[in-house]
Every structure is written in structure tokens, then in C-alpha cells.
């Protein structure tokens, strides 16, 4: 999978950008991010590939939530990470599906 520079979840527009080292207001370096006001997703370079496809898909799953008004759900990070997860293995097993 390519992650586009551009990507549609519900009515809104979103910028992919890869970048380094976003970081929180902690400190923690980030895997990914997605600003739900600006409409930006924000992946980090730095991972291996597979680690960038996973991290875009989390954000993607935020985003899906917040677009459906789930905030409970958009804040779950074990939620959000067990879909993007499962997500992310559908797709390597069914290449056929999403190639």
C-alpha cells in the first residue's frame, strides 16, 4: 500500500504529511497524528514501511470516528489500534483485494 498525499474521511480533506520526529506535549515521539482542526494527518519517516502503513490507518480510524461524532470511541486508543492493526493484516494477507 502507498500512502496518498491526500485522503477523504467523511466530507473532510486531509493532508497526509510524512515528517520527523512529531513529538506531544509530553515529549513522546509519535508515530503518527491527526489534527482534526487542521485537517492534516502526520506520519512519521522514520518507521520501517509497514510501521508508516499501520500509523497512517490508526489516524485514518480517528478520523473515521470523529467524522461519525464516536469521540468516545476516536479517544480509544486500544480500540483505534486493534482496528488498525486488523486492518493493516487483512490487507497483507488479501493482496489480490487491495493491490
Not at 2 to 23: A, D, H, L
Not at 25 to 36: A, C, N, P, R, S
Not at 44 to 55: L, Y
Not at 70 to 99: A, C, P, Y
Amino acid at each position: 500500500m502507498k500512502i496518498p498525499n491526500n485522503v477523504k474521511i467523511g466530507w473532510r480533506n486531509y493532508t497526509v504529511k510524512m515528517v520527523e520526529e512529531r513529538r506531544d506535549e509530553t515529549g513522546q515521539v509519535l508515530d503518527g497524528e491527526i489534527d482534526f482542526v487542521n485537517h492534516i494527518i502526520y506520519v512519521d519517516k522514520t518507521q520501517d514501511s509497514d510501521e508508516q502503513i499501520i500509523a497512517f490507518l490508526h489516524e485514518v480510524v480517528h478520523g473515521i470516528f470523529n467524522a461519525q461524532c464516536h469521540s468516545d470511541w476516536r479517544d480509544n486508543e486500544d480500540l483505534v489500534e486493534g482496528i488498525s492493526e486488523g486492518l493493516f493484516q487483512l490487507m497483507k494477507d488479501n493482496t489480490k483485494i487491495f493491490s
